[in-house]
Structures are given as structure tokens and as C-alpha cells.
């Protein structure tokens, strides 16, 4: 065979063992990705329903029962009368529990328990509560109209999270485990703050928590 024909068909052979290479690769990777897609909705079900069964299920017995949390799980408390002479309760306590990546226990999330009754009724454990929420006292998300993160004199108490845009800002309590008092409500207030402050900040908000909807699920998932 002529050398001419042998490196011919060697240059094929490379260039037939390269396309083979190639679609075999993108063909995994497109498997890979089927796959993962496919996959992406029950992992995001499972992590829900985790984060659902981490929510004390003495939350969802007060206020399902209708019945105010009293207990030495409460770390900070106040009482507010309202103009129309009905008073609300607001509870920070100690809720879901959190972990690092590697499994390390971190300090518990701070729930804000608000707490509404009627006009007339005081709490007491035998009381009713007439309305209940639940919300993350320790993290809020804020969202300013354009860039302010250097001009803006952020609370010292809290850490801060940008997004690329630094439009979006996440707090969180800086410490938690050595708060005391009032200091537990810093964020509640600061948010109510920038609530009312109007622009530049397009919204202030706690993480609210669907207890509802968490209730629903657990109920679903097993079974009742």
C-alpha cells in the first residue's frame, strides 16, 4: 500500500475515532441533563417537606387550637394595645433548627410569633387567640430602585448579603446567641422602618412562614 493511501486512511481514522468521541460525550451529557431535570422537582418536594417538619409542631397546635405559646422557649416578648383598644402579642422564640453543609449544628432561627385577640381578652394560656402568624425574625430581604449599597448606613447588628445588582440585600441578626431583651426585635423594627420609608426602598420584608400550607403538606405526606 502506497504511503500516500496509508496516511490517508489513518487521518481518517482519527478524524472517525474524533466524531465518535464527541457524540458519545454529548450524548452523555445530554442524558446527564434529562436526568437531573427530571430529578429537580422531587428533590425540591423532599427539601420543602424537610423544611415543613422542622417547624415545632407546637406552632402548628396553637394555632390551630387557637391557644397563645407560653414556655421557656420564649425569648422575648411584647404587648402592644391597639387604637381600637384590642391588643397584639409578639413572641420571639427559638424554631427551626439549622445545619452547615458539613453537618455542624448552627444556632437556631428566630421565629416572630404575632399573636392577635380580641377586644377585651388579655393573654393567658386558657385564653383565645383570635389570629396567629409566624415569621423569621432574624433574616429580611430588602430591595432598593438602584444601587445604594455605599451610601446606605446599614444597622451594625446585622450581616449583609448582596446580589450581583446590589439592588437585592439580605439581613440577618449578627450573633444571635448572645442577643438579650429587645434586642432580639432589632431587625422586626429596622424592617418596619424601611416599610415606611418609601423610596429608595421598593420593599422590606421578615420571611414569612405559611404555617397552612406547611400543615397541609405534613398532613398529605403522611397520609392523614
Known amino acids: 500500500m502506497a504511503p500516500n493511501t496509508t496516511l490517508l486512511m489513518n487521518a481518517m481514522d482519527s478524524r472517525t475515532r474524533f466524531i465518535v468521541f464527541g457524540v458519545g460525550a454529548c450524548l452523555g451529557a445530554f442524558?446527564?441533563?434529562?436526568?437531573?431535570?427530571?430529578?429537580?422537582?422531587?428533590?425540591?418536594h423532599r427539601k420543602s417537606v424537610m423544611v415543613?417538619?422542622?417547624?415545632?409542631?407546637?406552632?402548628?397546635?396553637?394555632?390551630?387550637?387557637?391557644?397563645?405559646?407560653?414556655?421557656?422557649?420564649?425569648l422575648a416578648e411584647r404587648r402592644t394595645k391597639r387604637a381600637d383598644g384590642t391588643l397584639c402579642r409578639e413572641l420571639i422564640t427559638g424554631g427551626r433548627n439549622r445545619f452547615a453543609e458539613d453537618g455542624r449544628a448552627l444556632p437556631n432561627d428566630l421565629i416572630l410569633v404575632t399573636e392577635d385577640y380580641a377586644l377585651g381578652v388579655e393573654p393567658a394560656e386558657e385564653a383565645k387567640v383570635a389570629a396567629v402568624s409566624f415569621a423569621f425574625?432574624?433574616?429580611?430581604?430588602?430591595?432598593?430602585?438602584?444601587?445604594?449599597?455605599?451610601?446606605?448606613?446599614?444597622?451594625?447588628?446585622?450581616e449583609l448579603k448582596s446580589d450581583q445588582s446590589y439592588e437585592h440585600h439580605s439581613l440577618r441578626l449578627r450573633d444571635v446567641a448572645k442577643l438579650k431583651g429587645d434586642d432580639f426585635f432589632a431587625l422586626v423594627e429596622y424592617v418596619r422602618h424601611l416599610e415606611h420609608l418609601g423610596p429608595p426602598v421598593v420593599s422590606a420584608s421578615l420571611g414569612h412562614i405559611d404555617w397552612k400550607a406547611e400543615a397541609d403538606l405534613i398532613r398529605k405526606e403522611s397520609g392523614q
Do not use: C
Open 31 to 44: 442524558i446527564l441533563w434529562f436526568f437531573n431535570q427530571h430529578g429537580k422537582p422531587a428533590r425540591e
Open 52 to 74: 415543613s417538619l422542622s417547624l415545632p409542631g407546637m406552632y402548628y397546635d396553637s394555632a390551630v387550637q387557637q391557644k397563645p405559646l407560653f414556655g421557656h422557649f420564649i
Open 137 to 158: 425574625a432574624d433574616r429580611a430581604d430588602v430591595v432598593f430602585q438602584a444601587r445604594m449599597r455605599s451610601t446606605w448606613k446599614w444597622n451594625t447588628l446585622f
